[in-house]
């Protein structure tokens, strides 16, 4: 039998669903994670996904009590939460999503995009309050992982569009006829900025027989395919000049990205989160001086702070529960 709470009213289940693993926890409405689960993505089966996300509700219901349910997924979701029209790395096609767990789980469940998740989860709980904890009006969120995502905040509402796809800042143009890219247009940001483009550069490094490409040669073993992020991150905070450089040059990008959604939603405060920004100041300090240095009227306008976000791979799990227990 389920463990009552003290507060279970106040309780919500997040769960993240990414392409490779299914994180879930149990969430109070301080913005902690109480208990917490995990499940490989049966990504190629949107029935064995819902299975699997019920199976990890239920798993944390024998510890703790608790009401809503809210599921982060990588796709384009509905305005009504409940459908994800297109997911790029899950066979995700017009899924009713919502319909299906709330079928297995028999609780209310509210679904929303994992980047706008993340973004909820910063604005609440982390990199978007300010020195006194206290969360600001505008803010924008640019997750850097396999892609780049992205979640708005604009004056202390979730933006989420007309038919819910409001900020998917990766898929905006950023080069005419530049690279090809997974929503099928060419030149998208997301081909600049964002895990695979760093992934990218490296091999294109290895390519070149450039020196300084010896130490992620000696790493990968001379491998393209054995070059990862991680790798690039790890060598460049070694001292490895190499490296060092590959991450300049996509903090360069960043901040060229930051710019330009600045001249649209002139936020208070732009926090980075994903995988890459576990690069820390390495990405995100010439991320600031390229955004100085394209931000439009910088003569008359301070750049806004920009900050790595503050509650790191849990910020979907948090930001989702958060908005169903909200909703």
């Not at 994180?23 to 917490?36: K, N, T």
């Amino acid at each position: 039998m389920a463990q009552h709470t003290d507060e279970p009213a106040q309780n919500a289940v997040g769960v993240d669903i990414g392409g490779t693993k299914i994180a879930a926890g149990v969430v109070d409405h301080r913005g902690e994670i109480l208990a917490s689960t995990r499940r490989e993505t049966p990504a190629t089966e949107p029935a064995a996904i819902a299975d699997a996300v019920a199976d990890a509700v239920a798993e944390l219901a024998t510890t703790h009590t608790f009401g809503p349910v809210g599921v982060a997924a990588a796709g384009f979701v509905d305005a009504a939460r409940s459908t994800v029209v297109f997911a790029p790395n899950l066979a995700w096609r017009d899924e009713p999503l919502r319909a299906r767990l709330e079928d297995r789980l028999h609780r209310t469940v509210v679904v929303e995009n994992d980047a706008n998740a993340a973004a909820w989860g910063e604005f609440r709980f982390g990199g978007g309050l300010d020195e006194h904890g206290v969360a600001v009006d505008d803010v924008l969120m640019l997750t850097l992982g396999t892609g780049l995502g992205g979640g708005i905040i604009a004056g202390g509402q979730l933006l989420r569009g007309a038919a819910g796809a409001a900020a998917e800042v990766g898929h905006a143009r950023a080069v005419p006829d530049g690279r090809v890219c997974g929503c099928g247009n060419r030149g998208c940001w997301e081909q600049y900025v964002s895990g695979n483009a760093l992934v990218r550069q490296g091999r294109d490094l290895l390519r070149s027989g450039d020196p300084l490409g010896a130490g992620l040669s000696a790493a990968a073993g001379g491998s393209l395919d054995a070059v990862d992020g991680p790798m690039i991150t790890r060598l460049a905070a070694a001292g490895d000049a190499g490296c060092a450089g590959l991450l300049s040059e996509l903090g360069r990008w960043l901040g060229e990205a930051v710019a330009t959604f600045c001249a649209v939603l002139d936020p208070e405060v732009v926090v980075i989160g994903g995988g890459v920004s576990s690069a820390g100041e390495m990405l995100l300090a010439p991320a600031r001086v390229s955004l100085a240095a394209n931000l439009a009227g910088r003569t008359h306008r301070k750049p806004p702070p920009l900050r790595a976000a503050r509650r790191g791979n849990d910020a979907g799990t948090i930001g989702v529960a958060d908005l169903a227990r909200t909703a």
